[in-house]
T-cell receptor
Framework: ETGVTQSPTHLIKTRGQQVTLRCSSQ?????VSWYQQALGQGPQFIFQ???????GRGNFPPRFSGLQFPNYSSELNVNALELDDSALYLC????????????FGPGTRLTVT | AQRVTQPEKLLSVFKGAPVELKCNYS??????LFWYVQYSRQRLQLLLR??SRESIKGFTADLNKGETSFHLKKPFAQEEDSAMYYC???????????FGAGTRLFVKA
């Protein structure tokens, strides 16, 4: 059984640019959630994907978008990057029906300059 | 508004002492409550959930609906318990997990 993986580990972007972060869910999991964790804060829910559809969204603007693929892996895209987007982005996967039991990836550290 | 409050950013106790990490929540309804833990250089992982009513690594947490609290307790802290602890809630059948800001527990030898 493979755990949740995320890529890249870290990256640096310039304000106004676009970024794509990737997540591979744990084997057997069909639900992926994305979180943003600013320094000194808890993770904040961005959105969740289930069977390739977004089925819930937190308080984030439309420039945060995502995709889920048939193999349940997922992407988080952020357009028009702002300095405040600098954070650790976490992906978590779970099985439907066990929605509370999420397994987290190691995160992608995004720095916007 | 749905909210999770962890009033202590840092909690420092001696090895063998009891420890209680506080968590209060605001939610209209019956949420699921969780404690997540992040050890140094490891990923965030689920420690326990209230519906399981289990003890994990000696930790327990009781949901008090009257006080809207879900405090995490352990009678005798160990050095390996030093970590970041996050309380979280999720609505029934919901998709969104709300995390608190976290409490760093430091267990001194």
């Amino acid at each position: 059984e493979t755990g949740v993986t995320q890529s890249p580990t870290h990256l640096i972007k310039t304000r106004g640019q676009q970024v794509t972060l990737r997540c591979s869910s744990q084997s057997g999991h069909n639900t992926v959630s994305w979180y943003q964790q600013a320094l000194g804060q808890g993770p904040q829910f961005i959105f969740q994907y289930y069977r390739e559809e977004e089925n819930g969204r937190g308080n984030f603007p439309p420039r945060f978008s995502g995709l889920q693929f048939p193999n349940y892996s997922s992407e988080l895209n952020v357009n028009a990057l702002e300095l405040d987007d600098s954070a650790l982005y976490l992906c978590a996967s779970s099985q439907s029906g066990r929605a509370g039991e999420q397994y987290f990836g190691p995160g992608t550290r995004l720095t916007v300059t | 508004a749905q909210r999770v409050t962890q009033p202590e950013k840092l909690l420092s106790v001696f090895k063998g002492a009891p420890v209680e990490l506080k968590c209060n929540y605001s939610y209209s309804g019956s949420p699921e409550l969780f404690w997540y833990v992040q050890y140094s250089r490891q990923r965030l992982q689920l420690l326990l959930r209230h519906i399981s009513r289990e003890s994990i690594k000696g930790f327990t947490a009781d949901l008090n609906k009257g006080e809207t609290s879900f405090h995490l307790k352990k009678p005798f802290a160990q050095e390996e318990d030093s970590a970041m602890y996050y309380c979280a809630l999720r609505g029934p059948g919901g998709f969104k997990t709300i995390f608190g800001a976290g409490t760093r527990l430091f267990v001194k030898a």
